[in-house]
Nanobody
Framework: QVQLAESGGGSVQAGGSLRLSCVVT????????IGWLRQVPGKEREGVAS????????YYADSAKGRFTISQDNAENTVSLQMNSLKPEDTAMYYC?????????????????????WGQGTQVTVSS
């Protein structure tokens, strides 16, 4: 059973930075796509960034482009999300999620129902 453990959340002022990490363990076959999604109470979970484990193809939601960078360390089974120039609207619970097939394209990339494996989440709070 794939297990994901997030870390690195916290509170920061607008314009600041945070780095989230996700350690992926417990798999027989390495998941092909790892994504970061976020959710605020009362709203649907939305995608932030994803990375294809078989190469370095990366995918970003419009809200993350130019500010966030997703990367992976295969030796450590870790996928990280560097978040810069944070805004109050980035405040959310951030989840690491995995799926056993490629990330896909278009709306398929971040569709929450496509990710069968999820971490517990880490809270990010950005104050103005």
């Amino acid at each position: 059973q794939v297990q994901l453990a997030e870390s690195g959340g916290g509170s920061v002022q607008a314009g600041g930075s945070l780095r989230l990490s996700c350690v992926v363990t417990g798999y027989t076959y390495r998941p092909n796509c790892i994504g970061w999604l976020r959710q605020v109470p009362g709203k649907e979970r939305e995608g932030v960034a994803s990375i294809y484990r078989g190469g370095d193809d990366t995918y970003y939601a419009d809200s993350a482009k130019g500010r966030f960078t997703i990367s992976q360390d295969n030796a450590e089974n870790t996928v990280s999300l560097q978040m810069n120039s944070l805004k109050p609207e980035d405040t959310a619970m951030y989840y690491c999620a995995a799926k056993p097939f490629p990330c896909g394209s278009g709306g398929w990339v971040f569709r929450p129902s496509n990710f069968p494996y999820w971490g517990q989440g880490t809270q990010v709070t950005v104050s103005s």
